[in-house]
């Protein structure tokens, strides 16, 4: 046997080992830590048969910035957060230059505040964790019967597309219109509701929740708005650990995508 021909047996070798046992293992990796992320969402249970990790948490966001002189604004909001609801919220606003200057404004139990982009990021990761009930059968011994690369690369993609999905839901908040904001369902959640010259919103932005809140200060005809903003924000540290298992997830899934790819280029051994 030529030396050529020994290296090919052994790359068959090798690759019908990484295809009968190493992408098992990593994919089982990648089903715990999916389903850890999971965890910190809500309905986990309901959904996924896991203890669920959501609690009642309090975060004060408040911020002061002066103007010069002794003029000063200051926003506050005292945040009751479970999952993805803000259940309750306390916010007091004193803006100067607003002709009324101090505002104070509730979000009760009855009528919670939505995150949209905790409810998106849980939904991809729920995507992705549909992507497993759908994988190969397992041979005699518990083993993905997986026979190509091309077979694993899409399922890999696939699952990176979702975890992708999920924290850029996080780190990237939807840009919305003032008159969005306005119209927003959650704005019905405020009592009393603000003056039609106020707007405020509340978002997550990587591991921090943030409350913004804009003063219009006129409407023009043609064109935006002109408003000031003013923001205030709190780390949540679930969210940070959500993070964590999204990056950790997405490091794994490139790791096994690119030990398999290394096979794809020898098409002529018919590995592929």
Not at 35 to 47: D, Q, V, Y
Not at 216 to 223: A, P, R
Request: charged content about 20%.
């Amino acid at each position: 046997m030529s030396e050529i021909e020994d290296e090919v047996l052994s790359l068959h070798q090798e690759f019908d080992w990484l295809l009968q046992e190493e992408v098992t293992v990593i994919l089982e990796q990648l089903h715990d830590i999916i389903l850890e992320c999971a965890r910190r969402f809500p309905a986990s249970e309901e959904l996924y048969g896991v203890e669920s990790l959501v609690k009642s948490e309090k975060f004060l966001l408040a911020t002061t910035s002066s103007t010069g002189g002794s003029v000063t604004d200051n926003i506050q909001a005292l945040v009751t957060l479970v999952g993805d609801d803000i259940c309750y919220a306390d916010i007091v606003l004193k803006l100067h230059k607003h002709s009324v200057p101090s505002h104070r404004t509730i979000v009760q139990n009855d009528c919670q505040w939505k995150l949209q982009q905790i409810q998106d990021a849980a939904r991809h990761l729920s995507n992705a964790l549909q992507i497993f009930s759908s994988l190969p059968p397992t041979n005699s011994k518990g083993k993905l019967t997986f026979h190509s690369a091309e077979e694993v690369v899409h399922v890999v993609n696939s699952l990176m597309g979702c975890l992708q999905r999920g924290r850029s839901a996080l780190l990237i908040p939807k840009k919305r219109t003032i008159n969005e904001l306005q119209r927003s369902r959650n704005v019905k959640s405020l009592q009393p509701p603000l003056p039609p010259d106020l707007a405020v919103s509340f978002y997550v932005q990587s591991h921090k929740l943030v409350f913004a809140v804009y003063h219009i200060l006129s409407k023009e005809s043609k064109g935006p708005p002109k408003f000031d903003v003013f923001q205030a924000e709190s780390s949540v540290p679930w969210l940070s650990e959500v993070l964590v298992l999204f990056s950790v997830s997405l490091q794994l899934c490139q790791q096994l995508k690119n030990k398999v790819s290394v096979f794809a280029q020898y098409k002529e051994m018919n590995i592929t």
